[in-house]
């Protein structure tokens, strides 16, 4: 994830199905605060939990450019946290930064 933070041309990123759990997805989270290129993170199926969750929800109030996350199947699945990723996601201020970058 460290090598991510100062990426500037990966656009899309597919970790589906690659065992990460809490502290990688944490690292993903720290990560995500400082890219500003990275609009796309796929990370279905992995081993993370509410404690990921969160943090990938905490990271998105920072980032403004990932507009697409996919993180399903991953458990115990919080609804709440799903939610409020969501609705971070499809928050029209998110697409406008996204367009203006």
Known sequence: ?????????????????????????????????????LSELYLFRNFFESAGVRALADALRVNKTVTQMTFTANTPRSEELHDEIDALLADPARAAARAAA
Not at 3 to 25: M, P, Q, R, S, Y
């Open 1 to 37: 994830a460290d090598a991510l933070k100062v990426n500037v041309t990966l656009t899309e990123l597919n970790l589906d199905l690659n065992g990460i759990d809490d502290d990688g997805a944490v690292a993903l989270a720290e990560m995500l605060k400082i890219n500003t290129t």
